[in-house]
Every structure is written in C-alpha cells, then in structure tokens.
C-alpha cells in the first residue's frame, strides 16, 4: 500500500512567522509531487508542484524535495491569517498518473 | 491554472435516489479524469480513473456498480451514483491533468437523507 504521511496538526503560527509543513512518501519511484490548499468546504487548490530534488520557491512558498530521504516540505513565508487553511501533500505513483494524497496538516495563523 | 468545472455543486436527496455529476475540462482535453470522495475531516481517496473511450479502472473497496463512470468525450466525465443511501454522503471531487499537474474541480456535497 504506497502511502503518503503527513502530521495532522494543527500547526499554529504567529502572523509574519515561517510556517513549515512535511510530508513523507513510501513509493519509492514517485517523481511528481504536489501541495495544495484547503478551505474547509472547498475543493483542494494547487499551490505548487515540484518533480526535482531541492528547493523550489514561488512567492511566499518554497518547495524542498529530498528523493533520497522520501521527503518534501512546504515552506510559507510571512505567514498572514489567509494562509489558515488544510496543506494537503499528494504524490503520483510511479510510472502514472494516479495522486495519492495524505490526510493534511492544518495551519493556524493567528494575527 | 486550468479550470475543471463540476455540477451540481450540491445535492440532497432522498435514500434510493441515483445521483449524477458531471466534471468538465473547460479549457483543455483530457482522456483520463479521476474521482475522489473527502469524508469530514478526512483526506481525498480516490475511487476510480475515468478514460476517455473505454471502462473506469476502479479503485479497491469502490462498488462499480453503485458507482458508475462513463467519459464519453474528452471534456466530460460523469459519476453517477446510483441508489444513494446515507452512508454516500460525502463530497465527491474530480480532477484532471492539464501539463503536468492535477486541477480539482470544485466539488460536489452530496447529501442522503
């Protein structure tokens, strides 16, 4: 069973402060991976993707992937009350397109 | 980003009832989509991959026949869910590959009573 490990939080953070989500993976031939965001009652929102080992920034976020290691994080800077919402990490299995998803972290900014 | 539509957003209905949704690529096509369901609280699992032109590859546990796929075109992809009963009530979300990534349509509440 590939699987897809997040904790569960939640995760608070003052305003301004860098949030840090982590996710580990099991499927070792995995080379897409994804984060996304959910408002509670929304559907998940893809805020950045990543298929190559180290760093990969886009604004506020930073994507980290460690192949070696089976692990990618989410880095938000500046953290603002908007940011508060559920991170999911997702990883396609190897060799498709099928996404496997982990259960979330959820993040408090608080102001 | 791409854009995947859903409709309807919400149904509620009485047990017994068989339930459609439609998913859509608005601005691209695409020969697989997939079907999730996100119970309270808990994260998407994915029930089946829809392809475009042949069977749905049914995810282990998910009924095939309560839960029926048909993608009869490369925008559209439909679940129906037949004889609803409470224990369906979920939100059901589908997804499709535009480039390299997954986009999510807005997902559909479904409610049995």
């Known amino acids: 069973q590939k699987e897809v490990e997040q904790n569960s939080g939640p995760l608070s953070v003052p305003e301004g402060a860098i949030a840090s989500l982590n996710c580990t993976y099991s499927?070792?031939?995995?080379?897409?991976f994804f984060w996304y965001r959910q408002y509670s009652g929304k559907s998940p929102e893809l805020i950045m993707f990543i298929y190559s080992n180290g760093d990969k920034e886009d604004g506020r976020f930073t994507a980290q992937l460690n192949k070696a290691s089976q692990y990618v994080s989410l880095l938000i800077r500046d953290s603002q009350p908007s940011d508060s919402a559920t991170y999911l990490c997702a990883v396609n299995e190897s060799g498709g397109f099928k996404t496997i998803f982990g259960a979330g972290t959820r993040l408090f900014v608080k102001a | 980003g791409a854009v995947v539509s859903q409709h309807p957003s919400r149904v509620i209905c009485k047990s017994g009832t068989s339930v459609k949704i439609e998913c859509r690529s608005l601005d691209f096509q695409a020969t697989t989509m997939f079907w999730y369901r996100q119970f309270p609280k808990q994260s998407l699992m994915l029930m089946a991959t829809s392809n475009e032109g042949s069977k749905a590859t049914y995810e282990q546990g998910v009924e095939k026949d309560k839960f029926l796929i048909n993608h009869a075109s490369l925008t559209l992809s439909t679940l129906t869910v037949a004889s609803a009963h409470p224990e369906d009530s979920s939100f059901y979300i589908c997804?499709?590959?535009?480039?390299?990534?997954?986009?999510f349509g807005p997902g559909t509440r479904l409610t049995v009573l």
């Open positions: 997804s499709a590959y535009s480039g390299a990534s997954p986009f």
């Open positions: 499927d070792r031939g995995s080379q897409s």
